[in-house]
């Protein structure tokens, strides 16, 4: 190889760049191109039907600042909503697949099947799942408060105070609970999969020398499994971090946003805004800043998730 | 030939929106696509407004709407009828949801891959002509020879925007007023003759919750609680705004008094509480409520409901002046980037014929919106539809504003916070109509109404 201080030039300069063209071309029309028009619509009035497009400034910015104007309170409700959502769906969404993938790579009859079955709801598109579960959910007609009161569970729920129908999608915290739950039973399968792929690169000699040190199943898990998973779980935890902060079918097919405006997320104010109302320029001044506090709380992530660096079964 | 298809839609997944460019990012690519504009309203008039027929070479229209319940396959019956009658025309109708329809449209037409016909509520026909999404059809409306005394005035007038017609009238579609038979008959009711005016209706009310049912389930949802408390509220003699839609009116005292009953049903037990989406509707199926105030287009619906006794009259009045809801579906034309004058010449033709089908259509579960063909015999056959089209006198229609729609979501916002309790209505109706009073200002700015 090139041991020498002699550069040996081994291809044209824009090989590279010609690897990447592919990628660069839908990357630039699709992200770039998009994002950066979309900042430049955000300080308009743009509504891109109608010929007078006036430059306001930063005035749809200002507007989501300031108390008096008419997108502030469906504004910040919508980013408590997703906050809420995201603060009560990501600990559920990383810790139980986690559970759930260190069982499956054991060995064990019909290990394939389970995979196959936890996978199973994530390929079914928001809308099956969001109409299943608000027909199931329904407070007075669905199956889940007639099994309740079926095996006589609600006399014993209203002991505990709980009023009688559960108000699965009509009340609060219940929907919360149940757009929580439904969310992690849909896609705890993505998840699982990842962990699972990481889990079969941890070397099993690691676990070998482990129970020759005497290690119990659960000081394996802390010092040799979780170790193992740190990249791993960066990334789960972003992705999830991110994908709960968008969550958008859910609210809207099965509470529609409600009670109140309780459930409306961030991105369904989006698009209410953008798309019903065509206020395009509010709209992308609201996503700019979502994406800015997206992208802050992924700063902070990977640098807490950084600091104790490399893998410790590599040192 | 089957030219129906379903739309697939935008498929959701969560994962496509990781990117978080989400609406930013669709709205971007397709204000990209759309570039520049042609000058508004400036179509042709073609031939005869498409009474004299086409001749032209063979064309393919597209033809868009949101008929996905049972108006559906009405609707395509007349497109394959058409189709046969015109060989040199093929329309293909795509139908989508009303709210992806009405989201997607606008974007379609900028980028020049809309649909040649499309059919749009007359509350939204101003909306979309200020923003150009469609053309004025006076010469259509000239050709069918349509007069103003041929119709309701707000159906007309609705249709109507900077002086020239953008909508052709199909229908109106009223609120209706259903009922089980068979529960109002287990109750000691008569189920021949429902209770129309307030107190027989609380009467009965009483006496089903001593049989131990529920008679009337208040839906906090837009399906249909939105439309009965709009009913509500003009019954008792208010308006959702003033008359020329610049001003949030509901949260006067008709409004008030039209939600507190619908409240005042829940808390003494007339109604559940927490009733979910479409939950009213099925609980009259179920035989676990006696009434439900739906749309006309439930008739075909519960007809497929096997062995279901149930009958349809115009609203009660309960406020003390008559009043139901209504919408109306119109033709509507779309702006083309690229005129063509055949597919233009064509699509007016379309528009004539179907228009003249109204009986056709009307069996979809629809009420003609001609006065001429309403009163005509072949109507009165449809014993439901007729029942509901004598409400015609005092059908009351979304105001016809660009930009109203906005400020619906915070009328329904008001509806659910109240019935499910959780405001008072008179809090959850004041508070809904500043925040829409905001919205309404700032669109009087925009449309420079």
């Known amino acids: 190889m090139a041991t020498s201080g002699v550069k040996i030039r081994r291809h044209a300069p824009w090989t590279p760049y010609a690897f990447m063209a592919p990628f660069l071309v839908v990357f630039l029309t699709f992200v770039i191109a998009p994002a950066l028009l979309g900042l430049w619509m955000s300080l308009h009035d743009w509504d891109f039907m109608l010929e007078h497009r006036p430059f306001v400034g930063l005035d749809n910015y200002t507007a989501l600042f300031d108390s008096t104007s008419a997108v502030f309170e469906m504004f910040w409700n919508g980013m408590k909503a997703t906050a809420v959502f995201t603060v009560a769906s990501v600990p559920l969404l990383v810790a139980i697949p986690l559970g759930l993938a260190v069982l499956l790579n054991r060995r064990f009859p019909g290990r394939t099947l389970f995979r196959a079955v936890f996978f199973m709801p994530y390929v079914l598109g928001v809308a099956v799942v969001g109409l299943l579960f608000r027909f199931m959910l329904d407070p007075n007609i669905g199956i889940v408060n007639g099994l309740i009161d079926l095996v006589g569970l609600d006399a014993a729920l209203g002991a505990l105070g709980v009023d009688w129908p559960i108000p699965w999608t009509t009340g609060q915290p219940w929907a919360w609970i149940s757009l929580v739950a439904m969310t992690v039973w849909w896609t705890l399968g993505f998840n699982t999969i990842i962990y699972l792929a990481g889990l079969q690169d941890i070397p099993s000699e690691l676990y070998d020398a482990a129970r020759v040190d005497g290690a119990s199943g659960w000081q394996q898990f802390r010092n040799v499994t979780l170790p193992g998973l740190r990249a791993v779980l960066l990334f789960v935890v972003t992705i999830t971090i991110l994908a709960s902060a968008n969550m958008f079918g859910q609210a809207l097919l099965v509470t529609n946003g409600g009670p109140g405006d309780t459930t409306r997320t961030a991105l369904i104010v989006m698009l209410g805004e953008g798309l019903e109302s065509f206020r395009m320029g509010s709209a992308a001044a609201m996503s700019y800043l979502l994406a800015i506090a997206l992208g802050i709380v992924s700063i902070i992530q990977v640098l807490a998730m950084r600091e104790r660096g490399r893998p410790r079964w590599r040192s | ?449």
């Open chain 2, 1 to 449: 030939m089957n030219t129906r298809e379903i739309s697939p839609g935008p498929s959701l997944s969560r994962r496509r929106f990781l990117t978080a460019t989400g609406v930013l990012g669709a709205g971007a690519v397709l204000s990209a696509c759309g570039g520049g504009s042609s000058s508004p309203g400036a179509e042709p008039a073609e031939g005869g407004g498409g009474a004299t027929g086409y001749d032209g070479p063979d064309v393919d229209l597209a033809f868009w709407n949101g008929f996905t319940g049972g108006d559906g396959p009405f609707m395509q019956q007349l497109v394959d009828q058409f189709n046969t009658e015109h060989p040199n025309i093929a329309v293909k109708m795509t139908v989508m949801e009303w709210a992806d329809y009405y989201a997607k449209i606008p974007t379609a037409v900028q980028s020049g891959n809309g649909p040649d016909v499309g059919i749009m509520h007359v509350d939204s026909l101003s909306t979309n002509a200020a923003r150009n999404v469609i053309v004025p059809l006076d010469d259509v409306a000239e050709a069918l020879e349509l007069r103003e005394d041929d119709f309701a005035t707000a159906v007309w007038s609705a249709g109507e925007y900077d002086g020239q017609r953008f909508g052709i009238p199909l229908d109106v579609h009223p609120l209706g007023y259903f009922y089980n038979k068979a529960v109002l008959e287990s109750a000691g009711l008569d189920p021949e003759s429902p209770p129309m005016d307030r107190e027989s209706y609380e009467a009965a009310l009483e006496q089903l919750k001593s049989a131990g049912i529920q008679g009337h389930w208040m839906s906090p949802h837009n399906f249909t609680g939105s439309m009965t408390l709009q009913s509500l509220i003009w019954q008792f003699g208010g308006d959702l705004f003033n008359e020329d839609g610049t001003e949030v009116t509901w949260h006067e005292d008709a409004g008030v008094q039209a939600l507190s009953w619908m409240v005042d049903a829940v808390n003494t037990g007339y109604s559940p509480t927490d009733v979910g989406q479409d939950a009213d509707a099925i609980a009259l199926q179920n035989g676990q409520a006696a009434f439900n105030w739906n749309g006309i287009w439930h008739i075909n619906t519960l007809k497929e409901v096997p062995d279901l006794q149930w009958g349809v009259a115009p609203l009660p009045n309960i406020g003390g002046t008559q009043a139901a809801w209504a919408g109306s579906h119109n033709f509507v034309l779309t702006r083309q980037r690229r005129p063509d004058e055949n597919k233009q010449e064509a699509a007016r033709v379309f528009i004539n014929w179907v228009s003249q089908q109204s009986i056709a259509w009307a069996e979809g579960g629809q009420v003609p919106a001609r006065n001429s063909v309403r009163e005509s015999a072949d109507f009165e056959a449809l014993p439901e539809q007729s029942a509901l089209a004598q409400q015609v006198d005092y059908l009351r229609f979304p105001p016809s504003v660009p930009g109203i729609g906005d400020v619906f979501a915070d009328f329904n916002q008001a509806l659910n916070e109240a019935v499910l309790q959780t405001l008072e209505p008179a809090t959850a109706l004041s508070e809904a109509a500043e925040r829409a009073a905001k919205k309404l200002e700032e669109n009087r700015e925009r449309y420079g109404g």
